[in-house]
């Protein structure tokens, strides 16, 4: 089975050794971190212009803060249009630019995690296949030795 995966993923991602698979996997990790950096930043930019679009609604229409309060649904109504504009504003089309990017950060998150879990099947598939070739080699092989030295140990009754 692990020769069917290691063909198959190896083919897809175009790696067939144990070292070039783990060196793409710690590519894919570092991008991983500066892609959560660059998220990180994206969501405070963006929190921030929505901060601002929420004191300039404050400021003029506090009543608008709570939906539930008597005056707000007469406060909207007198003043739609206003309202209107300013989610119309500099600010309000900063923050719909600023939530591409994010979205367009997590599309790009998103294909490079696809990648890191395709790259650590392949990774586990060859490791399991070197383990149980090294296994199959005898029993002076020292792998071996290890191997049957583990399952002494597990077999030996506890307290003894």
Excluded: K
């Excluded at 991602?13 to 894919?28: F, H, I, K, Q, R």
């Excluded at 300039?56 to 249009?81: K, V």
């Amino acid at each position: 089975m692990e020769d069917a995966v290691i063909a198959a993923l190896g083919a897809r991602l175009e790696l067939g050794d144990e070292a070039s698979v783990a060196a793409a996997l710690t590519a894919a990790e570092v991008e991983l971190e500066a892609l959560a950096l660059r998220l990180d930043e994206r969501v405070a930019a963006e929190d921030e212009v929505l901060h601002r679009i929420g004191f300039a609604l404050a400021a003029r229409w506090p009543e608008l803060l709570d939906p539930f309060r008597a005056d707000f649904d007469p406060t909207l109504r007198a003043n739609a249009s206003a309202v209107a504009a300013l989610l119309d504003s500099p600010d309000a089309r900063e923050h719909a630019r600023l939530r591409q990017e994010t979205d367009r950060v997590l599309m790009e998150e998103d294909q490079l995690r696809l990648r890191w879990v395709l790259l650590t099947r392949l990774s586990r598939a060859l490791e399991t296949r070197r383990l149980a070739r090294a296994l199959a080699r005898g029993s002076d092989d020292p792998s071996r030795v290890h191997y049957e030295a583990l399952l002494a140990c597990e077999r030996a009754p506890l307290g003894g």
